[in-house]
C-alpha cells in the first residue's frame, strides 16, 4: 500500500514537472515573440525591425527605415488594391504564376542534366571540319593583323636595340627583345600573338599625322615595318600577317566561336534526347497515353 502511494505521488510530481516545463517554455516563446520591435501594420501583416535590411553607414537611419516602412506598406497596399479589384482576374493571374513556376523547374531541370550530362569538350578536327564546311559564313566584317609592337618612351636606354630587334620572329631574340620591353616599354606583344581589329588598333597609333595608314588595305599590302613617333613615344610595328574586310576568316581567329557553336549543338542534342527518352518512357510504364 505505502509502494502504492509512493508510485502516486512521483506520478503526480512528474506530471507537475512537465506541466511547468512546458509552461515555461510557451512563455519563453510568447516573451521571445514579444521582444520583436513592431515598425508598421497594414491590414493583418505586420513589419518588424528585425526584418529591415541593414543600414549602409553613410545614411541617415531613421530616413532609412522610415523609406522601408514607405515602400513595404506601398507594396502591401497595392496587393491587397490589386486583389479587391482584380478578384475576376485572379485565377489568370494564378495560372501565369504556374505557367513561370514549371518553366523555371523545367529551366533548372534542364541545367542539371547538361552540368551531369554534357562533355563539352571539341576536339580540333570537329572545329576543322566544322570551320571548311562553313567558310562562307565566316567572311570577315573587318581587317584583322599579327604585328609584333613596341610602344616606349624616346628617352627610353637603347632604344636603337628594339629598332633591330623588333621585325624578329626568332625566338631567340623575341626573348631577348621581351625582356628588355619589360624594364622599358609602355605595351608590347610579340612574337605567337592573337589577331587584332586594325581599327581599334590603329586608334591608339598617332595617325593623325600618318593619314596613310588609315587606308588599311594599301598601307597593310604596301607595309610590313613600320616606325612612327610623337611628343612622347615611339611606335614600331611589324606586320606579320594580316586579313581584309571580306575575305574568310582565319581559323584560329574564329576557333573560339565555333567551339561556342558546337557546343551548343551538343547541348541541343543532349536535351532532345532527354526529351525523347522521357516520353518513351512515360509510355512503356503507362504514365502517359494517346487517345484517338
Known amino acids: 500500500m505505502i509502494s502504492s502511494i509512493k508510485i502516486i505521488q512521483i506520478e503526480f510530481v512528474q506530471t507537475w514537472f512537465f506541466l511547468i516545463l512546458f509552461t515555461c517554455v510557451l512563455c519563453s516563446c510568447q516573451n521571445k515573440q514579444n521582444t520583436r520591435v513592431e515598425l508598421a501594420r497594414v491590414y493583418d501583416d505586420y513589419l518588424y525591425l528585425d526584418q529591415t535590411p541593414s543600414i549602409p553607414n553613410s545614411v541617415d537611419s531613421m530616413v532609412f527605415v522610415q523609406d522601408y516602412i514607405n515602400q513595404w506598406a506601398t507594396q502591401k497596399l497595392l496587393i491587397k488594391k490589386a486583389e479587391f479589384n482584380l478578384d475576376r482576374n485572379l485565377h489568370y493571374v494564378d495560372s501565369l504564376v504556374d505557367v513561370y513556376r514549371e518553366s523555371l523547374l523545367i529551366h533548372y531541370y534542364k541545367e542539371a542534366m547538361i552540368q551531369?550530362?554534357?562533355?563539352?569538350?571539341?576536339?580540333?578536327?570537329?572545329?576543322?571540319?566544322?570551320?571548311?564546311?562553313?567558310?562562307?559564313?565566316?567572311?570577315?566584317?573587318?581587317?584583322?593583323?599579327?604585328?609584333?609592337?613596341?610602344?616606349?618612351?624616346?628617352?627610353?636606354?637603347?632604344?636603337?636595340?628594339?629598332?633591330?630587334?623588333?621585325?624578329?620572329?626568332?625566338?631567340?631574340?623575341?626573348?631577348?627583345?621581351?625582356?628588355?620591353?619589360?624594364?622599358?616599354?609602355?605595351?608590347?606583344?610579340?612574337?605567337?600573338?592573337?589577331?587584332?581589329?586594325?581599327?581599334?588598333?590603329?586608334?591608339?597609333?598617332?595617325?593623325?599625322?600618318?593619314?596613310?595608314?588609315?587606308?588599311?588595305?594599301?598601307?597593310?599590302?604596301?607595309?610590313?615595318?613600320?616606325?612612327?613617333?610623337?611628343?612622347?613615344?615611339?611606335?614600331?610595328?611589324?606586320?606579320?600577317?594580316?586579313k581584309l574586310k571580306g575575305t574568310s576568316s582565319p581559323l584560329d581567329y574564329v576557333s573560339s566561336l565555333i567551339q561556342k557553336i558546337l557546343v551548343n549543338k551538343k547541348k541541343k542534342d543532349l536535351m532532345n534526347h532527354i526529351e525523347r527518352q522521357l516520353i518513351e518512357d512515360a509510355l512503356s510504364t503507362n504514365n502517359f497515353e494517346i487517345y484517338e
Open 116 to 242: 551531369e550530362y554534357l562533355d563539352d569538350v571539341v576536339s580540333d578536327s570537329l572545329i576543322n571540319l566544322y570551320y571548311l564546311n562553313n567558310i562562307e559564313n565566316f567572311q570577315l566584317k573587318e581587317d584583322i593583323v599579327k604585328l609584333n609592337y613596341v610602344k616606349i618612351k624616346s628617352i627610353a636606354p637603347n632604344i636603337d636595340f628594339v629598332s633591330e630587334k623588333y621585325n624578329s620572329l626568332e625566338l631567340g631574340e623575341i626573348a631577348e627583345l621581351e625582356e628588355y620591353c619589360l624594364q622599358f616599354a609602355e605595351r608590347f606583344f610579340l612574337g605567337h600573338v592573337d589577331w587584332v581589329s586594325w581599327s581599334d588598333f590603329s586608334k591608339t597609333l598617332p595617325i593623325s599625322k600618318n593619314q596613310y595608314l588609315k587606308d588599311a588595305r594599301r598601307f597593310l599590302k604596301k607595309n610590313k615595318k613600320i616606325e612612327l613617333k610623337d611628343s612622347t613615344y615611339h611606335y614600331f610595328l611589324f606586320i606579320q600577317d594580316f
